[in-house]
């Protein structure tokens, strides 16, 4: 038996959907641990697309149970058009999808709250998703979140919602009186969802542990990229979850011991959503291309990704943080077409060279990237089936990455659709 973690390595979008759609033909269970319904996985079967925001991508293979974790916080509105967008498409979710009691609840005001406070940000703003993700956490931090199974408790529910908006007042005092959520309307829209929730409702950490006691073998799934960790990444330009390996156990109710192999996804390049430091970031017309030929648009929210080289120097500090021991290297096929490739493999500050990315932000700003240039294929990828079929210079691009980061690449994408896959271990 292998239980199996998938995380991302970057600033998120690398690729895992596909990655978890692939490695759930060998799992029973897949795990979802943290984040919210500002995670996109996509997936391309047959040329049929899937996009999913809180569901794992396992739910596209008949007969694997899906869970989300109480890690995730859960915007319940969100949850069903995804399932209902499923059964449209041949997908029955039901008996196969379940979620932790204990999860928090996106609720209808935390989206108004967050966009109330991007706009107060003006041009500090962190360009967020507006899904509600920030206030959230935030409720379950500061203890005046909503839990799932609190649902099915009118009276603490109404209470919860009422404690929650008199927290928020000072925020929503500033709306149009006819744009302030209420306790009523927001206790209403929940409760219509409560008989169609109960189904869901599940003790996911119980369930996990019983499945290891059974030798099921558990995928478990990460949202977002570990440079978006709340501790760990490019703070204050982060998600509020930790998507490193300690959001897996935190998010799921389940001991370090079952995890037996970490896979973390990158793409052959980098790219990024909203603001925040980039220090290999294309500015110009190779870095629109890339974004084109790529198709670097946002699965939640459409917005253009900006895009550059990959940047070793943090994929290293990524492999070192998550413990990882393989790679899935995806869309090696957007750099068919360049004659040469630059990698970064350090940073200049201040006049010094350094090999780990400095702890302070604003020293992060302003580093400048270290540039090796290898060659390219100038060849189609998508045609290799296999590891041999690759051309020398895409081998040799291939172990120069995992020479540097200490890290074998045991998948390679080539492509959007499930088939164009190179397995290499």
């Not at 980098?270 to 870095?287: K, S």
């Not at 172990?399 to 994408?413: C, M, N, P, R, Y």
Request: hydrophobic share 40%; net charge neutral; with cysteine.
């Amino acid at each position: 038996m292998t239980n199996r973690v998938v995380l991302g390595l970057q600033w998120g979008d690398e690729g895992k959907g596909k990655i978890v759609d692939l490695l759930s033909r060998d799992a029973d269970i897949i795990a979802r641990c943290q984040g919210g319904a500002n995670a996109g996985h996509t997936v391309k079967i047959n040329s049929q697309q899937f996009i999913l925001h809180l569901i794992p991508s396992g739910i596209l293979h008949p007969g694997k149970i899906c869970l989300i974790g109480n890690g995730v916080v859960l915007d319940l509105f969100q949850l069903f058009h995804e399932m209902r967008e499923l059964q449209e498409k041949g997908i029955d979710t039901t008996g196969r999808l379940f979620v932790s009691g204990r999860a928090h609840l996106v609720m209808p005001y935390h989206k108004v709250v967050e966009a109330a406070q991007e706009s107060a940000r003006g041009k500090e703003a962190l360009n967020t998703s507006k899904r509600g993700i920030g206030p959230a956490y935030h409720d379950k931090v500061a203890r005046y979140g909503i839990q799932f199974a609190e649902i099915f408790d009118d009276n603490l529910l109404r209470e919860k919602i009422r404690a929650s908006l008199q927290e928020k007042q000072s925020v929503l005092a500033a709306l149009p009186e006819d744009q302030r959520p209420t306790v009523d309307m927001t206790f209403d829209a929940v409760r219509a969802k409560r008989d169609e929730a109960r189904l869901l409702l599940c003790d996911v950490s119980k369930y996990l542990d019983d499945a290891v006691a059974q030798n099921k073998r558990i995928l478990f799934e990460g949202a977002q990229g570990t440079l978006l960790d709340v501790d760990f990444g490019t703070y204050p330009f982060v998600t509020s979850s930790n998507t490193t390996i300690g959001g897996v156990l935190t998010g799921l109710g389940i001991g370090p011991k079952h995890l037996d192999r970490i896979t973390g996804v990158v793409k052959a390049y980098q790219t990024r959503v909203g603001n925040g430091p980039f220090p290999t970031e294309l500015h110009d017309q190779l870095g629109k291309d890339i974004r084109e030929w790529g198709h670097e648009y946002g699965a939640t929210t459409g917005r253009p990704r900006r895009t550059g080289w990959i940047d070793l120097v943090l994929l290293k500090y990524a492999v070192r943080l998550n413990g990882v021991d393989d790679i899935a290297l995806m869309k090696m096929d957007v750099m068919d077409k360049l004659k040469e490739i630059k990698v970064c493999v350090g940073y200049k500050l201040d006049g010094q060279k350094l090999d780990t990315p400095p702890q302070l932000g604003s020293e992060f700003a302003r580093v400048e990237p270290i540039y090796q240039t290898l060659p390219g294929w100038k060849k189609p990828v998508h045609e290799a089936k296999k590891y041999g079929d690759l051309c020398p210079n895409a081998k040799a691009y291939l172990k120069f990455i995992e020479d540097f980061v200490g890290a074998k690449i045991s998948i390679l994408s080539t492509g959007a659709e499930r088939d164009e896959t190179i397995v290499l271990g």
